[in-house]
């Protein structure tokens, strides 16, 4: 296996990830073991969807896991598995860090009873996960999508809506004119005349 | 009706949701990332085969990384735990690179091409000791000779290949120190040497097969060893006394240990002390006498003879064979602004390689440590290659008598950093360079168009790349109209100070500090803070602005401070001086002399109070404001914060009169059985308020406490101080005050049962934010505290504000017991933060962002809306209005609002915001190992174009409006023509 996994290509990696989950998903337990009195191992996986990694940056050489706000920080191993060792009974946050994903923190309890039996807990979904293997909750875009070139996209601009409305004036107003009775134009000419300013507003009441 | 229509639509769009946000391309726009890995302690070469040509180092940040040898640039990078400090690192089977770290308890195998970790193993540790990693050297990939680690009492056997742990060994008797690890190429015996009770040398053979001593030999030395020790063959070690004046060979051919002693006197006349230096050599070894280093051979039988000797400030390598058995090594010595490189054979002193002599800048100081690799040319001679590490923390790597590239890796351990300003555009050069023709800029501006239409092609993306570069001229070396061009000064941990330009982030100038006295026990002084010390605006503007460098020497809080005055615009020193006492605290004043100097009170570990400038003038401005200076000291391991008030003249024989005695005020102690002081934190002096009310809903006021002299404080219980995870809920309860520091008055105080820290926290205004840990839900939570003048509530109207009693020209003391009232309201945070800053606007109208840098090394922005006490579950029509958002458990966090976009700030330690002339926009430095710069608007940017503003469209629309008004005048005219033909 060794062999396979030291290649650079990504697509091996996924490759032997995918097998890797057919070998072994059903196999993982929580698994910890005791190494003195009150040190235990916390061992785990980093599972991303094989789907959404082809085409991303997340490599696996760039995921960090940190135990309890950065008191001790570990790497994957090729086949995603990450291991605390020297880990004292005790409740304990599991935090990944992957760029493009977000990764809920994870609860964990070691039990000095039970001589180091582990019990996770999502923290974000409160979800209890029987075996140690994260994933994240969500991809994260950081930038933001440019919308597609549309019509719409130009009408709504500032400048797109200058135009409307001056359409609007330019080829309804005279429309609106004409509905207008030949008589009461007279009258509302006069008016203006005698006004002296013409405006638009004494036009539109109107016309109602 | 229309113009409703239009004006509802405008407000509608212009009133979408305001957060920070980035297209693609827009990236590496306003914004820089520089990636760096800190000090070098250890190099490996790896060139052997064709192909790329890299070094393996790791630091002094516990960074390992991978560089091109050519250009210099980083390959991979792992930045470990801050606590996972590496020991040691090498190369196995040609293709893993190999990491001990954790002083010997951590060993990790990196594969070489791409930074892949493949395995990781815990060693056993059992106590405090050495870490020795030891990777043999073998080219056959077949063979698996295991790697041999020592660290904490024991010795390990691991294959290279996966990682497993073949066999260890027990060393952890009492006082039992080992001291090397030594196996001969193609041996198969490992030789352990060690020392019990300083006295006694103890050699192992141990089988590297199966992990068994196969024979132990112990002699007494009577005279003591002290700690230092070079090996200088496979059987042989040399090592001072105690006395530190004889060197002691120990020879253990065949497991029997002999010494020879040989006095130091004997090698050179006048001898003190002296001290081993750390290179390997073979069959020699260095040491540095008298300010000299001399090179001792060490023969066959352990005779010593000095072979040659230098000046003490030169640096070696390590021996390394080239050909025909024969071992060389480099040298680097200074002479003026030039240093030499000198490739000699161990043998032949004589016998020089290579001598190389390259033009230094002097603001790189000494060279520190130096590592060589040899190639072979293609006329089958042999040609070296060294990569130097300086006393700034630089790297660089030498080659055929020249810097083949460097790297400025003293930015990886910033200390503090200050913006200034640049200078003004001098007369007669112009502003921007004019754009060359209309048609260009038409074509420019079309292409823009394309770009934000999604029409444009990769070409033309590179092309408005380019083009939007060149058109802000943004690199520009003057001061622009939007305060956007900046310098950023960076002071690093190795005493130099940085200025970086706010454009690209390129080097303006760079300064090493140097150490007025010259002398011995103070060479270099490690730099500490720094602080504006004029910044001429309105006097003195002839003035070239300058800042003020605090450094020190040595790291003890008593060692001796120095001041240094450094021109901003020059980067030259304008003054240095040894302040001759120590350095706890520097309170910048709010008052400046008539050079617009600002007043420094610096206060030492004795008590007293020190003024600068040392010059009648700011002593007499000072004595005016004598009785109102007040300061405060946190004394954090006692949990006691004092207040203290100035109180005369210094006496004794060293005092001047610009030395002040102080007298305590006031005293807050916290019970040490259940409090300890874990975080204090004041508002930035110089943040701008643009209000002092806030208008509620209800149209009632609310008036904010807006005082400089606050202080939060937060504290646990002894046992939640620890890490999460090692106390219950029951056991560690959070306490957050806000203390004035005028008169120690305790204004809140808010408790938390069943959290703990770390705390961090950022004050701002009248508001606290802090993050901290909740042990009950297992969450990290977010506090924010509002603190509001109760006083002041009456003046609702304006003819009380104008004549009441607190009204705005009625002077505010501190003595006056303040009616205050908060606010407060709690959030859940699904990350763990390293440091929390505020965004800073020039008038402080602008919104505020908190700027969380998350553990995972990246920036969220996250409104300030997100955070007011006022959010409820509900909220009416009318907060909705005001821009309440309904209540969430839980913060969120939005992708797009990270600033650093698709960059990590590996190594975060802290985020710098300082204001532009803009209004909306603030300047935001982030850095750790890398720096990042970005430029924020957290309102958007309400008062100018945005960058991505088309001219083409606004041109455009006007032409289409005047043909359509051309063509309805034409058409209405032919209109009216017609009717008065009817």
Redesign the interface.
Known sequence: MAPILRSTSLFALIVCQISLIFLFASTLPISSGSESEDSYTITGRVRIPASTVIGHAAKFSNIKVILNGGQHVTFLRPDGYFTFHKVPAGTHLIEVYAMGYFFSPVRVDVSARHRGKVQATLTETRRSLTELVLEPLRAEQYYEMREPFSVMSILKSPMGLMVGFMVVVVFLMPKLMENIDPEEMKSAQEQMRSQGVPSLTSLLPASR | ??IRV?LT??LF?SSAILSF?????Q?GLTDWHQRYIGKVKHAVFHTQKTGRKRVIVSTEENVVASLDLRHGEIF?R?V?????AIDGAGIALG?YVITLSSEG??L?AW?L????????T?L?TAQHSKSLLSVPINLKVDKDYPITVFGGGYLHAVSA??GEVLWKKDFTAEGFEVQRVLQAPGSSIIYVLGFLHSSEAVVYQIDSKSGEVVAQKSTVFPGGFSGEISSVSSDKVVVLDSTRSILVTIGFIDGDISFQKTPISDLVEDSGTAEILSPLLSNMLAVKVNKRTIFVNVGDKGKLEVVDSLSDETAMSDSLPVADDQEAFASVHHEGSKIHLMVKLVNDLNNVLLRETIQMDQNRGRVHKVFMNNYIRTDRSNGFRALIVMEDHSLLLLQQGAIVWSREEGLASVTDVTTAELPLEKDGVSVAKVEHTLFEWLKGHVLKLKG????ASPEDVVAIQELRVKSSGKNKLTRDHNGFRKLILALTRAGKLFALHTGDGRIVWSMLLNSPSQSQSCERPNGVSLYQWQVPHHHAMDENPSVLVVGKCGSDSSAPGVLSFVDVYTGKEISSSDIGHSVVQVMPLPITDSKEQRLHLIADTVGHVHLYPKTSEALSIFQREFQNVYWYTVEADDGIIRGHVMKGSCSGETADEYCFTTRELWTVVFPSESEKIISTLTRKPNEVVHTQAKVNTDQDLLYKYVSRNLLFVATVSPKGAG????VTPEESSLVVYLIDTITGRILHRLSHQGCQG?VHAVFSENWVVYHY?N?R????EVTVVEIYDQSRAENKNVWKLILGKHNLTAPITSYSRPEVFTKSQSYFF???V?TIAVTSTAKGITSKQLLIGT???QILALDKRFVDPRRTLNPSQAEKEEGIIPLTD?LP?I??A?VT??H?VEGLRGIVTAPSKLESTTHVFAYGVDLFYTRLAPSKTYDSLTDDF?YA??L??IV??VA?IYI?WVLSEKKELSEKWR
């Open positions: 009706m229309a239009f639509l405008l769009l946000s980035l297209y693609e391309d990236a991979w792992h470990l735990g801050t606590k996972d293709k308890s951590t990790r594969n091409p791409d930074g892949q970790m493949v395995w990781e815990s056993l290949i996966d934000s239409l999604l029409l890490e999460i995870g090692s770390p840990f042990i839900a297992h969450k990290y699904a990350q763990s390293k553990i995972g090394d839980t966090i992708p797009q990270y976009h698709s990590k088309s469209l606004l455009i629309t289409a409006l359509a309805t």
